[in-house]
């Protein structure tokens, strides 16, 4: 079973960095999405879009992470190419 | 034939644009009126209502504010959402609609900016995006407000500051179009923060010693009260352990691809630094000179703290010719930062 390792950083409060006290993960497994949402972390996977290259200004990045074939392997996107199962999976704690 | 007769000669209206004795927005009304004055003169013999429009701005004529919408996003997050009715429907949209709209007067009252794009764009927001969202946001058309998980961040639209701070996203998208990343994305998000605290200081009447500078105080919630924080940013002291979004202090401390909410702690201080060592209001000086260097030349989209620090220094000179120390304020605010 695969399981996407999701983390979300920055927006207005800078979650996830260096000097921060949150920290925003969570964890979905791939057989809990839908065929459309599957096909879009594919798609991801194979062709992340830069997060700078938005327009969108404090909007959260996403690093989600999965066991492939070859390995372990890490994108990070823009939160509006995030399905919404996998966005809405992480939770916000201190560290 | 090019008919050359106009009330008002045209080095008349360039010298009342220039004159810094008048209010900001009169002045623009000076400034639009040259722009206007080719085509008009063209057009004046076809008796166009032109003409009329023209002679309008020349008196000084006040320029429409923006209109102010609010969607209710209802907790999904396909934008805008459902319209809500002037003046709200609810406490988060009622103060979605004034707060905007006082963000619009702020810019129009003190720099003459009609909207963010400075040609009456209507200012959008949505409100109650997403479930328990921690976050609000400049789309690029538009603003989005969270209302928080109720524990670390109440609703967003709570602080007057971030409202302030969203609408100069889009400022900054028509003027410098900074990037958001590296140098660029912390002087973007910098500037930000100095519009937004600075709104928040006209909207309370605030002097710099009287202003807290803290960003974010309004939204946060008791859960991280709790554990001692009461801010997400402070201008003052970017490095506070009172901040949830802790900043370096000095441009020593900057590395590449740092998010831009880091390091954008370097030129908050030293904007923090230049309006303590002027005094008064932070907008009489110290944010005249910081909107001209953001909006006055052009699209700058890499440029670095340096090039932007050297520009505020320049400003600074032209603006207040014969006031050596707001100069000497800049400068010295600066180089407290490393730069």
Redesign the interface.
């Known amino acids: 079973m695969t399981v996407l390792h999701v983390e979300r950083?920055?927006?207005?409060?800078?979650?996830g960095?260096?000097?921060?006290?949150?920290r925003s993960c969570g964890e979905i497994a791939l057989s809990e999405l839908s065929q459309a949402d599957r096909a879009a972390i594919e798609e991801l996977f194979r062709n992340p879009p830069r997060a700078?290259a938005?327009?969108?200004?404090?909007?959260?990045r996403y690093r989600i992470s999965r066991e492939g074939a070859s390995g372990a392997e890490t994108v990070e996107v823009p939160e509006s190419a995030v399905p919404?199962p996998v966005a809405?999976c992480v939770k916000?704690t201190?560290v | 034939m090019i008919c050359t007769c106009s009330i008002v000669p045209p080095k008349v209206l360039r010298r009342f644009a220039r004159d810094r004795r008048l209010p900001a927005k009169t002045r623009k009304a000076f400034a639009n009126a040259i722009e206007y004055e080719a085509q008009w003169r063209m057009l004046r013999s076809m008796h166009t209502e032109l003409s009329a429009a023209s002679s309008a701005l020349a008196r000084g004529a006040p320029v429409p504010e923006p209109k102010v919408t609010v969607f209710d996003s209802k907790h999904g997050t396909t934008l805008p959402g459902v319209p809500v009715a002037s003046p709200g429907s609810d406490a988060t949209s009622k103060r979605a609609f004034a707060e905007t709209a006082a963000v619009a007067s702020f810019y129009e009252q003190l720099f003459g900016r009609n909207s963010v794009d400075d040609a009456g764009k209507t200012l959008m927001s949505s409100v109650h995006f997403s479930v328990r969202y921690n976050n609000a946001f400049w789309n690029g058309t538009q603003m989005v407000y969270g209302d928080g998980d109720g524990n670390i961040f109440l609703d967003f639209t709570k602080a007057s500051d971030v409202i302030g701070h969203e609408l100069t996203h889009g400022v900054t998208q028509f003027s410098a179009q900074l990037e958001y990343s590296d140098e660029p994305g912390g002087l973007n998000e910098s500037v930000s923060d100095v519009f937004g605290s600075m709104f928040k200081q006209w909207r309370r009447e605030e002097t710099v010693d009287k202003a807290d500078w803290l960003i974010g105080k309004e939204i946060i919630g008791r859960g991280a009260k709790a554990r001692g924080f009461e801010c997400l940013r402070d201008m003052s002291n970017p490095a506070a352990r009172h901040c949830l979004a802790p900043q370096p202090t000095h441009y020593s401390d900057f590395r590449a691809g740092m998010d831009p909410h880091e390091s954008s702690g370097i030129p908050n201080l030293a904007f923090y630094n230049t309006a303590v060592a002027i005094g008064g209001y932070s907008w009489e000086k110290a944010g005249k000179i910081w909107y001209e260097a953001l909006t006055g030349f052009g699209p700058q989209p890499n440029m670095t703290m340096k090039a932007f620090a050297q520009r505020t220094r320049s400003v600074a000179k032209t603006l207040f010719r014969r006031d050596a120390s707001t100069a000497s304020a800049v400068d010295r605010a600066w180089k407290s930062v490393g730069l």
């Open positions: 950083l920055g927006g207005l409060p800078a979650i960095t260096p000097r921060s006290p949150l700078a938005s327009a969108v200004r404090d909007a959260f919404s809405a916000d201190f």
